[in-house]
């Protein structure tokens, strides 16, 4: 069964960049399916943050404005994400998930996700 | 964007009532729902028409289609206290409803 292990810093400074990294075990990150990450800032609701295929083909958030990039590592079985020109609202906790089989966007496979706050 | 409306924003019930939550969408979706607990990942309960996820029990049901969706918890139970989301994946950006928190009395 996968399993998905978000790690990265907890602490980032404003302005800075945020980079996190999903490690997948259990199976292959070369799978038919695509990699999400979503966040959850304090007090509100699930934001879908992008995906990527393990080709390395993405899509992403508008509302992120271009800060965001997801990348893959194929030969490490991990992908990750990072958040250029972070603002206090970037502050969340973050997850990493895998998508459905087949192009079915929703996630049916969650990391236990990673607490960011954005402070100097 | 497609925007998702979820209703109502908070359900009280005792053990053994219906739970009954609505999600309604600005477009016609494909939807899924999630249970989440606090300090824990979202959990995928069902998507599709009515697929439940693996090991979700048959207490949790969807019905509806197109734009307005419900999801029925039969028979609540203390476990079932959580912050319930719709999501849509017809079409990115994906988004998520902005949750119902169903308390258990």
């Known amino acids: 069964q996968v399993q998905l292990q978000e790690s990265g810093p907890g602490l980032v400074k404003p302005s800075g960049t945020l980079s996190l990294t999903c490690a997948v075990s259990?199976?292959?990150?070369?799978?038919?399916?695509?990699w999400s990450w979503v966040r959850q800032s304090p007090g509100k609701g699930l934001e879908w943050l992008g995906e990527i295929y393990h080709t390395g083909h993405t899509n992403y958030n508008p509302s992120l404005m271009g800060r965001v990039t997801i990348s893959v590592d194929t030969s490490k079985n991990q992908f990750t994400l990072t958040l250029t020109s972070v603002t206090a609202a970037d502050s969340a906790v973050y997850y990493c998930a895998k998508d459905g089989p087949d192009d079915n966007y929703f996630m049916d496979v969650w990391g236990k996700g990673t607490t960011v706050t954005v402070s100097s | 964007e497609i925007v998702l409306t979820q209703s109502p924003g908070t359900l009280s019930l005792s053990p053994g009532e219906r739970a009954t939550l609505s999600c309604r969408a600005s477009q016609t979706v494909n939807l899924a729902w999630y249970q989440h607990k606090p300090g824990q990942a979202p959990r995928l309960l069902i998507f599709g028409a009515s697929s439940r996820a693996t090991g979700i029990p048959d207490r949790f049901s969807v019905s509806g289609s197109g734009t307005d969706f419900i999801l029925t918890i039969s028979r609540v139970e203390p476990e079932d206290s959580a912050v319930y989301y719709c999501q849509q994946y017809s079409s990115a950006p994906y988004t998520f409803g902005q949750g119902t928190k169903l308390e258990i009395k």
């Open positions: 259990g199976d292959s990150i070369i799978r038919n399916n695509w």
